[in-house]
């Protein structure tokens, strides 16, 4: 059984940086793209990053390009998300999703197939 968990949210001040982590166990192989979605209260989930099951192609929401970093080492998990000058509107929950493949990034939240349970990112002003 796959599972997928995020940790690192917190409660931290704008202007502030925060990594979030993405770890799995139950995969099959290492195989997998994965990428950062998050969802504010009312609101759609939201593309924010992706990185290739290499973590040689990186993918970035244009809103973020700058901001925020997506990295692994090699194939492997855990995957991270590194956020600089956090603004309030980046309060959310933040989910990690994986997809078994080998090439590509992946906007899309319906195109990953293992999702965790989120953690909750909140920016005071």
């Known amino acids: 059984q796959v599972h997928v968990a995020e940790s690192g949210g917190g409660l931290v001040q704008a202007g502030g940086s925060l990594s979030l982590s993405c770890t799995a166990s139950?995969?099959?192989?290492?195989?997998?793209?994965v990428g950062w979605v998050r969802q504010a209260t009312g609101a759609d989930r939201e593309f924010v990053a992706a990185?290739?099951?290499?973590?040689?192609?990186?993918d970035y929401a244009d809103a973020e390009k700058g901001r925020v970093t997506i990295s692994r080492d090699s194939s492997n998990f855990p995957v991270y998300l590194q956020m600089n000058s956090l603004k309030p509107e980046d309060t959310a929950v933040y989910y990690c999703?994986?997809?078994?493949?080998?090439?590509?990034?992946?906007?899309?939240?319906?195109?990953?197939?293992?999702w965790g349970q989120g953690t909750q990112l909140s920016v005071s002003s």
């Open positions: 999703a994986a997809r078994p493949i080998r090439i590509g990034t992946f906007r899309r939240p319906d195109e990953y197939h293992y």
């Open positions: 990185v290739s099951y290499t973590g040689r192609m990186t």
């Open positions: 139950g995969l099959a192989d290492s195989t997998y793209a």
